[in-house]
């Protein structure tokens, strides 16, 4: 077997592409991205044939849809998923041979209640363990994402399938995660690693180590991270069957004008680089820069179903769309040509956001100004500007009344980003005196100021 990984960092998952002897392929927990998938198997001479699911997601848009739609891959879906989409249900301890090699599936139950592993072996090689969120590098991935009544049960289905449900394969056996570091589905640390082996994360992983199921079951949930608002509606998005990506209108370009004409009941998301962005934007728009995280932001700040209006700069349009798609959003009502500088040519509104660095911050917060530390609760733990409030940016809008209005504000986060969608939002809030910290804690640290932490 020749496998393929395909990383997104920004949701810190991995998908796996498989070749197989004849030119065979299996994909494994594909996301919305398709195109890409296709484009790897067909520059090695492969025909992606088999898809196989671990689990419902979460996180993000599965490609299953598209692939069977594109090639006509037969999907291997998890019996009780209640995905309305033709599919083989797998049950737990099935076999089938495809392509040279045998499938084997594993029930592992925790991260969702239908998960399913699978192990594929081929001759005398080691086997391959494509486990989801079952076991992941350092840990496993989170069980509260179902409902909170459902989670005491799902986190001991987790423990028995750590104790249990590989423990018939060897050492040796190679691991291929779907979650692993930076996804906000996990919990536990990887290091940075992707994949590992079962022999290591037998001596390493401390979810492993673990002997008594009742102080797991108490345990495990205290690591979780905060979960992004979108994971809760996002199974249900998949098991609707999400539409085609070339059923998707495109976003016409719309001059200025008319691009105002459409901002009610949407919303603009500036996706500029946070320094452009702080120097002159329109009123009332969202920035969310263009990065790795860009998806993950904004499924976690932008209603569901809200219409997008986009303001790119020299991003790429088509990465742009590619990943508000994969988050669950598909309804764009346009990309306004010519900048915002033809904005604000066209005699249209335009205003800024002021940014300090660290010692003009310093001065302000001995002035009397709140610093506003916008990450999360435990990178505020870990060390922040003494006195500072910790409101993560994820629960912003929802605590917008706990914002003094009437003292100067300063957001900061770790370098910048997400302080600077921390000032659209609070803008948009009709919360004033606003400044941003420019390169955020690390500015701080930087200037030698000191750091309070951690806790």
Not at 252 to 278: K, T, W
Not at 307 to 316: E, Q, Y
Not at 396 to 410: F, G
Request: hydrophobic fraction near 40%; charge should be negative.
């Amino acid at each position: 077997m020749n496998v393929v990984p395909f990383i997104h960092e920004g949701l810190g998952n991995s998908s796996y592409l498989i070749g197989l002897d004849g030119g065979n392929a299996i994909l494994v927990d594909p996301d919305r991205t398709a195109q890409r998938y296709l484009d790897a198997a067909a520059a090695r001479g492969w025909r992606i044939e088999t898809v196989l699911e671990t689990h419902l997601h979460a996180d993000f848009v599965s490609g299953a849809h598209e692939l069977a739609a594109a090639v006509g891959a037969t999907l291997f879906l998890p019996e009780g998923e209640g995905l309305r989409l033709p599919h083989q249900g797998v049950r737990g301890a099935e076999r089938w041979a495809h392509g040279g090699v045998e499938i084997e599936s594993i029930a592992s139950p925790g991260h969702t209640p239908e998960h399913m592993s699978y192990v594929l072996r081929a001759g005398s090689f080691p086997p391959s363990l494509f486990s989801g969120g079952s076991l992941i590098v350092g840990g496993a991935a989170r069980t509260d994402l179902i409902a909170p009544d459902v989670t005491e049960q799902l986190t001991r289905a987790q423990y028995r399938t750590l104790k249990a449900a590989f423990g018939a394969l060897p050492d040796e056996t190679g691991l291929y995660p779907t979650h692993g570091g930076g996804s906000f589905c996990s919990a536990g640390g990887s290091g940075g690693a992707r994949t590992s082996t079962l022999g290591a994360e037998r001596s390493s992983n401390v979810l492993l180590a673990f002997d008594d199921e009742d102080a797991f079951a108490a345990w495990f949930p205290t690591t979780f991270p905060a979960a992004p608002a979108y994971y809760f509606r996002m199974r249900a998005f998949n098991q609707a069957v999400p539409r085609l990506r070339r059923d998707i209108p495109q976003p016409p370009l719309v001059a200025p004008r008319e691009f105002d004409a459409r901002r009610h009941g949407a919303m603009i998301i500036d996706v500029r680089p946070v320094e452009e962005y702080m120097r002159a934007h329109i009123p009332g728009s969202l920035s969310i820069a263009f990065r790795d995280a860009y998806a993950v932001w904004l499924g976690w700040v932008v209603p569901a179903d809200t219409p997008l209006l986009f303001v790119t700069g020299d991003a790429d349009l088509g990465r742009v769309l590619d990943e508000s798609m994969l988050v669950g959003y598909e309804r764009f009502a346009g990309v306004l040509e010519g900048g915002v500088a033809a904005w604000n040519d066209a005699g249209l509104p335009v205003t800024n956001a002021a940014v300090v660095d660290a010692p003009a911050a310093r001065r302000l917060i001995v002035d009397g100004a709140v610093a506003l530390d916008v990450r999360e609760a435990d990178e505020y733990g870990a060390g922040h500007i003494e006195g500072a409030r910790n409101i993560p940016l994820g629960s912003l809008t929802a605590r917008l009344s706990e914002i003094p209005r009437d003292t100067p504000i300063i957001t900061y986060c770790g370098h910048g980003e997400r302080s600077t969608t921390a000032v659209s939002l609070l803008e948009r809030g009709g919360v004033e005196m606003l400044t941003n910290l420019q390169n955020g804690i690390e500015g701080w640290r930087d200037a030698g100021y000191q750091i309070t932490g951690p806790l």
